[in-house]
């Protein structure tokens, strides 16, 4: 598990189990029913050895519960949800807790009185034999997206899922919120990847659409439904993931450059060149300065005010072909390539979400957007002065995934009486610009209030008519992607 990120402000009661546990009808013999289920070992109440399960990454939100259970199979989880049932438990499934939302932790408060269990997927980490002709492998919910990667490599294959938290996020982690990450330009985001799915429903039954026929039509795609469902719908014990051919060779490239239209138009050029973009991520002085005080890099000698990370394949001497694309692009200051992976190249990039965390004096306000790429240079810029109000100052450091049009404003510095103020002036630019409010991280509870800035009535209506089908007692992750 990562460690959170800096302290956090506590914006709920206090952390850990309830101190009014025993107000929980049926709290102790549910508890002694799952010990029964998974082993003593793994029905954890110890307050301490619950802490890191209660707080997530970014240190904002901070949880209460009964107990984590750490069952190790699907059949340990569809027994320890029917148990659950039988006194109305709420349920909050938990993978790496890298998610950047809060959606993966339980509430903070306890105004009701049912119990409250955290399902962790830490021992689900089985990786079946890879489909090497089908293309596609099972994993348990648990396996990290570096393992499941490490598995496909070993065959000459690639996971389509890849992102920074790599060593710690987890397969029912990126399905549950349909990750996008550093390849989605490439591959598109998870429910791309998702073949099939396994999955505990709200009264204990398992469902199980696992197919790897590349035609299959019957019916509604609940493997799809599932994904980005953010814990709401079902827990998910087991995927069956789509497996790439990764190229035979790549060249990353990192440019300093003027403007932000300068990396659209050098991703445009690529493209209509023949070569394969496989990453194409921005930067700004802000960010690389930053992560540079940290330690890191500098990935070209002479500064510029945006730098873009872009990474392409493509058949012949793609090097020769880089060289020659950056030499023709416009408002290039310096530029540096390597041969892929080139992970020292990429370590600037990688190093925001950790050094931005650690260089906030309070939790960082992360808003992770999108808008259309025409309108990507004028929202930097909109963006880029959000904190220049002196009612609300903040420092605001963006970077994204340029290539889909997917900024992460990163805000430090925030007052916690100005957390709302500053998020409504951010979604208010992105809206303006017809973007999204949430690109990839999902709505978790950080962004609940928000969401009829994303989604129309009937919209809100119909997700909220599935929740209520899978789940009528709202017992799965409550409070998160609904209020
Ligand atoms: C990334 O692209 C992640 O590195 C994290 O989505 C973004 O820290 C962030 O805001
Ligand atoms: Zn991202």
Same mark, same amino acid.
């Given at each position: 598990m990562p460690s959170p990120g800096p302290d956090g402000i506590d914006i709920g009661p206090g952390l850990g189990p309830a101190a009014d546990a025993g107000r929980r009808p049926g709290l102790d013999r549910l508890l002694s029913r799952l010990r029964h289920i +998974?082993?003593?070992?793994? +029905?954890v109440t110890d307050p301490d050895a619950m802490a890191g399960f209660l707080i997530d990454w970014t240190g904002r939100h901070r949880g209460q519960a009964d107990a984590v259970l750490r069952p190790r199979t699907t059949d340990e989880v569809s027994r320890a949800v029917v148990e659950c049932a039988e006194v109305d438990a709420e349920i909050c499934a938990q993978g790496?807790? &890298?998610?950047? +939302?809060?959606?993966s932790v339980p509430p903070s408060d306890r105004a009701g009185s049912r119990p409250r269990i955290v399902i962790s997927t830490a021992r689900m980490t089985d990786i079946d034999d890879v489909d090497v002709i089908g293309r596609c492998v099972g994993v348990q919910a648990g396996a990290t997206v570096e393992a499941i990667d490490a598995r496909a490599g070993a065959v000459g294959l690639a996971f389509g899922v890849d992102l920074a938290s790599r060593h710690s996020a987890t397969a029912g982690g990126v399905v549950a919120t349909n990750a996008g990450g550093i390849r989605m330009i490439r591959r598109g985001n998870t429910r791309a990847q998702v073949l099939g799915i396994e999955a505990v429903l709200a009264d204990g039954r398992i469902l199980r659409r696992w197919t790897s026929l590349v035609k299959d039509n019957v019916g509604y795609d609940l493997p799809g439904l599932l994904t980005g469902s953010e814990g709401t719908l079902a827990v998910i014990t087991r995927v069956l993931f789509r497996l790439v051919v990764p190229p035979r060779a790549s060249i990353v490239a990192v440019a300093a450059i003027d403007r932000v239209a300068d990396a659209v138009e050098l991703i445009g050029t690529a493209a209509s060149r023949?070569? &394969? +973009?496989?990453a194409a991520e921005l930067m700004t002085e802000a960010g690389i300065a930053l992560v540079a005080a940290h330690?890191? #890099? #500098?990935? &070209?000698a002479a500064s510029g005010p945006f730098y873009v990370l872009l990474e392409v394949s493509g058949p012949g001497d793609v090097e020769s072909a880089a060289v020659e694309l950056l030499q023709g692009a416009g408002g290039l200051i310096d530029a540096v390539l390597e041969p892929g992976p080139a992970r020292a190249l990429w370590g600037a990039r990688e190093a925001h979400t950790e050094t931005i965390a650690r260089s906030s004096v309070t939790p960082v306000v992360k808003l992770d957007i999108s808008v259309p790429i025409r309108a990507l240079a004028e929202v930097f810029d909109e963006l880029g002065a959000v904190g220049d109000r002196n009612d609300s100052p903040c420092r605001p450091v963006l970077f994204g995934h340029v290539g889909d049009g997917n900024i992460h404003v990163n805000l430090l510095d925030v007052p916690p009486d100005r957390v709302d103020d500053l998020t409504d002036r951010v979604f208010g630019i992105v809206t303006a610009h017809g973007g999204s409010i949430s690109a990839e991280h999902g709505i978790g509870r950080a962004k609940v209030a928000w969401t009829h800035l994303g989604r129309e009535a009937a919209d809100l209506a119909t997700m909220r008519a599935i929740k209520g089908a899978l789940d009528p007692r709202g017992v799965l992750n409550p409070g998160v992607l609904f209020a």
């Open positions: +998974v082993g003593d070992a793994h +029905v790496g807790n &890298t998610g950047l +939302v809060g959606g023949g070569l &394969t +973009v496989e330690g890191h #890099r #500098r990935p &070209t």
